[in-house]
């Protein structure tokens, strides 16, 4: 599993909910650039996983966002932060609607590439 | 063997059992059944209470401003510790003084300065760093990472795996081979996670969702030659210090977990009816029952057998591995039994069974699996004879 996620982009919207199930697991949210605007982690307290958390995002989508990409994956804790992580070293800051995450408790990754 | 505690013990347990239920597991309602930290600011709350309590930096001699406790009761501590959501490998989320390397004790006076008493402070988190891809049980054998001397400094390449907390760290010990293969060769260094060529570059995600591990590269690391700890090929016995020592409260932490899944499944047995009766009616649950019970015991007087020999002065290496390989084993099948008697409601997220069942499969390989305590027990009674 690569450390950045590259999956293609599917566009926010019901439509493409429908595809996906109520896994736990993280997700990117992007604007219409492709630039991530958000990287979130549907977790054990969500009532439906992933589709709840997208559903959510559709209703008021954080940082404009528009397009997704989901993983399904039960280290959904420590791939989270893996996430976070990557990004911040490969940008210098946390995408600009991850405003729900304390800088103080990302490490400091320094992905190959 | 008296096993009754004394009144400063039993003090000491109710102490931290009190705390346990009244500050810890109500938290646990807010957090997600894998969370394994919390806020900074909730994290200092609590710290404030165990330094009220006397027991902050249970792993701290005394003279270091430590707890004067024995090991029996730092593993009396570590039972109750544990007996949480995420308290096998977050026990109270660290409110008690997070891992610490004792070895930086052995440091001189120098390297005290600059690395332990920040540490001791709480001001700079650690890292150790042993295992490689090659092995972590043999790291005599194991260990490829080479250290090269050049001038005042050694340059360090290779690669480690399975490094806890790398990430979040400021410096933290490695071993490096700077001599020749077997244990001789290997050099204990203490190295700055900021300095050039140093490089996490991947979490390795496992069944433990607590205290990650990750993986390491050193490219060209340069370490100031005055950063060795201990004596240039003096790494093997810093390292192995430091496993036997890890490894009685370690078991404690697994006993723990085992008392509190094994008291949730006396209770379940109780009020879960089937077929018009309790399921603690049944025999097939009450064996059960009777084996987690015997496991638990069994297990307990182990620990303490080891911890004991530990507090007197006396070898203990055989008998912390045989507490190891006893009590993660026991508690692990103790945790598996309990939930088969929760049935469904076992494996949901709901309960911390599931959690527990996921980690405690890995306490039968971590600090040396089973099959490793099983070669120290048969190493040591085949050379020196059955004590």
Redo the contacts between chains.
Sequence with gaps: ?P?RMDKPWVPLNEESLATIASHLGVYQLANDAGEIVYIGVA???TLFGLKGELRKAIADPPGGATQFRVEV?M?????H??LL?AYQHDYGALPVANTDI?P?????????G | MDMALSDEQRMIVDMVRRFVREEIVPLEDNLDPDADEVSPEKLAELVEKTKEMGLHGLDTPPEYGGPDINLVTRCLIAIECSQHRAGLYAPCYYAFGGARQAQLFEATDAQKDKYLHPMLRGEKRVFFALSEPSGGSDPGRAIQTRAVRDGDHWVINGTKLWISGADRADYGLLFARTGGPGRGGVTAFIVETEWEGFNVRRIVHTLRSAKYATEIQLEDLRVPHENILGEEGGGFAIANDRLSRQRVPYSAECLGVAIKAHEMAIEYAKIRETFGAPLAHRQGIQWMLVENEIDIRAAKLLVFDAAAKADRGEPYRTESAIAKLVASENSFKVVDRSMQIHGGLGVAKDLPLERWFREMRIRRVGEGPSEVQKHVIARDILNESLR
């Design positions: 599993m450390v977790d054990a307290r994956n280290a959904y804790r420590t791939r932060m893996e992580q304390d103080r408790i990302l490490g400091r990754l320094r992905p190959a």
